[in-house]
């Protein structure tokens, strides 16, 4: 077990050049289980998530490997399974797109349910809407979801709520499909606009993915080929807050700018100054000067981002003024907050809504992430309160985050990961706790 020290109070200054889009990453690799051939993926992020893919791929018969830095080698000629168990996906969110590639590539799938960070109610039903609208039969049986379909023939299927896991899901899945499917109210994220080239650059025929409509011709077959995942909005979107959060001066490389309009537009709102480039962004503050309290509203993209939502309430705490969070996609992803206020944070949450009262500083303290991008707002934290912060359960962080202490380090955080050493009394009294 490890945990992350910080020592707050450093300027973040320099340049940080962000990985590829993990989100991107976990369905691209997926989804080359459709093509029955060799895939090189490159600009892969190398965290928890995509290790856990990979071998996901290697239990259902297929080959994936890195092969080099940020290039990751999928062979799919051999996979010949269409189970995946409990203990290969109850680490991931990501491998509920199983449902739709397995579905696709032999008419029949047997997932478990999938698992992830928990801050929230997460349906399929929308995911089975579209399934059972392509021809499947679908049962729950012994915590599984079975999927099976003698013909997968397209059809017309409208999201009752926009669904990023749906859209991409249904989209694997009409891929190999007879005839047409038209998807409707179709989330718009770039990662779905990402998976929607690799299939296209295999030999897929997709058009409209970054609309509300999707029109997906089935094809025969997909051939393998090379691919470029595109960089991560979200973890350009936390480096650019981190730098506001420590009032610094920091150059985000290799983004694409227009995917992060919204949290510039917030952050400019505050006060903070935001330069844009072709591929990249640089985010300044002055040393002296508060910035503004904002209200932010998360919503599907174009939207403000619901991953940058905990990251963002992190900054606001530090505002002048009051802010107001309102999360409208997900309903329990204040689980954070709890966290943040051993650290002297004035937040109430009402439901959805969260008011923070800023305040004039906080102060470190032993924390805990409760998901993935709580982790990322706890490590801000860390870098923007007085003291020392240690930070608990880092296997959230490790899913989305490449090198995270590395790229810190490099723009002057005083940050170092390291193995947690129990002392005597705390063995034994867990001990004692087993016999009992």
């Given amino acids: 077990m490890e945990k992350l020290v910080i020592l707050g109070g450093s300027r973040l200054v320099g340049e940080v050049e962000i990985s590829g889009a993990k989100n991107s990453a976990v369905a691209i690799i997926v989804a080359s289980i459709l093509t029955g051939d060799v895939c090189t993926i490159e600009n892969v992020p190398d965290v928890s998530d995509t290790r856990a893919l990979m071998n996901i791929i290697n239990q259902l018969g297929g080959d994936a490997e890195f092969i080099d830095k940020g290039v990751l080698r999928v062979d799919c000629r051999e996979l010949d399974s269409y189970e995946a168990t409990y203990d290969s996906v109850k680490k991931i969110r990501a491998s509920s797109y199983l449902m739709g590639a397995l579905l696709g590539k032999f008419h029949r799938a047997r997932v478990a349910f999938p698992g992830g960070c928990d801050f929230g109610v997460r349906p399929i039903d929308q995911h089975i809407k579209g399934f059972e609208r392509l021809g499947a039969k679908t049962d729950v049986k012994y915590g599984c979801i079975e999927l099976e379909a003698e013909r997968l023939v397209g059809g017309g299927v409208y999201l009752d709520v926009v669904s990023v896991g749906a859209t991409i899901n249904i989209m694997l899945a009409a891929t190999l499909a007879e005839g047409v499917t038209v998807i409707e109210n179709a989330a718009r994220e770039p990662h ?18 970054g609309t509300s409509v999707i029109k997906i011709k089935g094809v025969p077959s997909l051939h393998g080929g090379s691919y470029s995942v595109i960089p991560d909005q979200i973890e350009a979107g936390t480096y650019m807050i981190a730098a ?78 009051t802010s107001v969070v309102s999360e409208n996609v997900w309903d329990n992803r204040f689980k ?98 087993k016999r009992a």
Avoid at 418 to 427: A, D, P, T, W
């Fill in 336 to 433: 954070y907050v709890a966290e943040l206020r051993g650290m002297g944070v004035n937040v109430t949450i009402d439901g959805r809504v969260a008011v923070v009262e800023g305040v004039e500083r906080i102060t470190g303290s032993p924390v805990s992430s409760t998901d993935l991008r709580a982790g990322a707002a706890l490590v801000i934290a860390g870098l923007m309160a007085h003291g020392v912060t240690e930070i608990y359960n880092l296997k959230y962080l490790d899913r989305g985050y490449e090198d995270l202490v590395g790229k810190l380090k490099k723009l002057g955080a005083q940050i170092t990961r390291r193995e947690i050493v129990e002392n005597n009394s705390q063995s034994n009294a867990k001990r004692s706790k």
């Fill in 192 to 209: 779905i606009v990402d998976v929607a080239n690799f299939l296209n650059l295999m030999g897929a025929n997709i058009k409209g993915a």
């Fill in 244 to 321: 506001a959060a420590t009032h610094g001066d920091v150059l985000v490389k290799n983004i694409i700018p227009t995917h992060l309009d919204s949290l510039s537009a917030k952050l400019s709102e505050m006060g903070v100054t935001v330069e844009e480039f072709d591929d990249a962004v640089r985010v300044s503050c002055d040393s002296d000067k508060r910035l503004r309290a904002v209200t932010v509203k998360t919503q599907p993209y174009p939207g403000f981002p619901t991953d940058l939502q905990p990251q963002m309430l992190t900054l606001l705490t530090l505002a002048k003024g």
